[in-house]
C-alpha cells in the first residue's frame, strides 16, 4: 500500500492554483529556523524507525522555469506492509508533540481515502491512524 504523507500549518492561508493552499498554511519546502522543513525533518524521524527505513520517499513538485534546483518537498511517499503500519501509527503522533508550532499531517490512501491529524487532538490519533491504513492493508 501506498500512503502520502504532507503536513500544514493548522492557521489561515491562501488558496492557490489547482486548489492548494499557500501562504501561512502552506508548509511544503518552507523552512524553520535551521533551513530545514517540516517535511524533511518528518522524514529524518521516519527513517530514524528501523522499519520505515527504504519505505519512505520525497515527492517534489517540477521546478519552475528559472529554477535550476529540484522543485519544492510536497510530500512524503510511504510504501506499506501490515508490519509497518503499526510502526508509522505510533511514531506519527509522538513526532507531532515534539513539534513547537501548530502541524497538522494528513495521510492519502493511494485510493484517495485521507485523514488529517493535528497535533493539538492527538488523544485518539494512533487509533485513528491504524483505523485508516488497516483497512486498506493486505490480509494474510
Request: net charge negative.
Amino acid at each position: 500500500m501506498k500512503v502520502l504523507l504532507t503536513a500544514h500549518t493548522t492557521g489561515e492561508g491562501t488558496v492557490g492554483r489547482g486548489g492548494t493552499q499557500v501562504g501561512k498554511g502552506d508548509m511544503r519546502g518552507v523552512p524553520d529556523s535551521d533551513h530545514v522543513t517540516h517535511l524533511e525533518r518528518l522524514q529524518r524521524w521516519l527513517v530514524d524507525e528501523p522499519e520505515l527505513r527504504g519505505h519512505v520517499t520525497q515527492v517534489r513538485a517540477a521546478p519552475g522555469t528559472h529554477h535550476m534546483a529540484a522543485g519544492v518537498l510536497e510530500g512524503l511517499l510511504l510504501t506499506l506492509g501490515s508490519g509497518t503500519v503499526a510502526v508509522l501509527a505510533r511514531t506519527l503522533p509522538i513526532w507531532l508533540r515534539q513539534q513547537r508550532s501548530e502541524v497538522e499531517i494528513e495521510l492519502t490512501r493511494d485510493e484517495g481515502t485521507s485523514v488529517r491529524i493535528k497535533a493539538d487532538n492527538l488523544q485518539d490519533a494512533e487509533a485513528l491512524i491504524r483505523r485508516i491504513l488497516d483497512d486498506a492493508s493486505p490480509r494474510d
